[in-house]
């Protein structure tokens, strides 16, 4: 209950209304305390004390009134401490505590809006500047400043001449005066600059926070489709061969055992690779224990060979023709080149019709390597060219700023052309 009732009053006091009434109470609190005001108006000449008690404590109703509420309508508020102040100098009351409401509202409607602030000092400043000179004038000032006055005979008549203790108390009220609007209105100002200047930078924290989610989708996003690509590579082009493998292993099994353990042997050999290489593209995102998977080489057009022996143990004949001497690619390159005769290989044992053959032809350019890759195979009716293989190499061949064609050959088969550039897309 003590905690709850804490963390209550807390609030209460963070809230903006309660400061500012606290702040009123205070600057009320202070004045009756070391003005006594009372004593001070009370105790002036002329007229009834207590009439003129009754109309300072009436103006001074308005200015607790105006700080209280000085965040809610500042130029308002502003409004009624400054006739709350020009009710107390028309009532021949001295300056108090409580007449810092001016400078306080002041600075409160400069940190809102400057127009209004400065046609509010001008008009505070001007006040001051005729208040000042209309207490030090003799004639048109109250009493008090008459007695400082001193006369020097000049002919017929008397010319009166203002005493410069007067003018000097003048210049220095108004000079005191004027400093603390001025400082008032200029700290107000200055929170306001400062107050903008940090909306700034958090309106650009934002944007860049914004901008920094936006680029981390994005990544996210490109390191799905790259995981999800290489996934496929690898899971198809495995299971093809092992499906394959298996096929022809359970149409020997009866007649040549032999043929059964080699096929058999393929698929064990076949599986393995496919899950080492699946480690290792699993690992390149913390899926796996790295390991050794994680210290495999990218595979590239040297491990073609490689590739060409998986596909001829597999059933289908594939020969590669190689033109011009071979250049240095980039990693990815030389990786996105393999995926795409391995996947366009793939596509020939699941689509292909039995006996088909294959040729992969790798054409070295100067600035780009062509890779061609051929069957003559009739095809299936559900190879229409827009699967998930080929949907894979279109991206990683323009991803690299590359090209690539697929479908039908002019004499039957299905033909995969494609042109990366060597030194990939940002050279």
Not at 266 to 278: C, F, H, I, Q, Y
Request: proline share 5%.
């Amino acid at each position: 209950m003590t905690t709850r009732l804490g963390a209550t009053l807390r609030d209460r006091v963070r809230r903006p209304a309660w400061q500012d009434t606290a702040l009123a109470a205070g600057l009320l609190g202070v004045c009756v305390v070391v003005d006594n005001p009372d004593a001070v108006v009370g105790g002036m000449a002329g007229g009834s004390s207590e009439g003129r008690i009754l109309l300072w404590w009436a103006a001074t109703a308005l200015a607790v009134a105006g700080v209280a509420f000085r965040r809610r309508r500042p130029p308002p508020m502003l409004a009624l401490c400054a006739l709350s102040a020009v009710t107390h100098v028309a009532g021949d009351a001295p300056v108090m505590i409580i007449d810092l409401g001016v400078p306080i509202l002041l600075y409160t409607v400069a940190t809102r809006r400057r127009a209004a602030s400065l046609a509010a000092l001008a008009g505070l400043l001007l006040f001051a500047a005729g208040w000042s000179l209309y207490f030090a004038h003799p004639v048109l000032g109250p009493p008090d400043a008459a007695q400082a006055v001193t006369t020097a005979p000049a002919g017929p008549g008397q010319n009166m001449t203002i005493s410069r203790s007067v003018w000097s108390d003048a210049w220095h009220d108004l000079a005191v005066l004027g400093s603390v609007l001025i400082a008032s209105w200029a700290t107000g100002s200055g929170a306001r600059s400062r107050r903008a200047y940090l909306d700034e930078l958090h309106a650009h924290a934002r944007d860049l926070a914004r901008e920094r989610d936006q680029q981390a989708a994005l990544a996210v996003a490109a390191e799905r489709g790259r995981i999800s690509r290489e996934l496929h590579d690898v899971v198809a082009h495995g299971l093809s061969v092992m499906v394959i493998q298996a096929q022809g292993g359970a149409a020997a099994l009866d007649n040549r055992p032999a043929d059964t353990r080699t096929a058999l042997a393929a698929v064990v050999r076949t599986g393995r690779d496919s899950l080492a290489e699946m480690r290792r593209v699993l690992a390149t995102v913390g899926e796996v224990d790295e390991g050794d998977a994680a210290w495999q080489p990218q595979p590239g057009l040297a491990q073609l060979p490689s590739l060409l022996d998986q596909v001829r143990r597999a059933g289908t004949p594939v020969r590669l023709h190689v033109d011009g001497p071979p250049a240095a690619l980039q990693s990815t390159v030389d990786l996105s080149a393999y995926r795409v005769v391995q996947e366009a290989l793939t596509n020939t044992m699941k689509h292909a019709t039995a006996g088909a053959k294959a040729d992969v032809v790798l054409s070295y350019r100067d600035a780009e390597v062509c890779i061609e890759v051929r069957d003559d195979g009739r095809g299936s009716a559900d190879n229409d060219g827009r699967g998930n293989g080929l949907r894979g190499m279109h991206e990683r061949v323009r991803l690299l700023g590359g090209r690539l064609t697929a479908g039908p050959g002019p004499s039957g088969g299905f033909v995969v052309r494609a042109a990366l550039p060597i030194q990939g897309q940002d050279a």
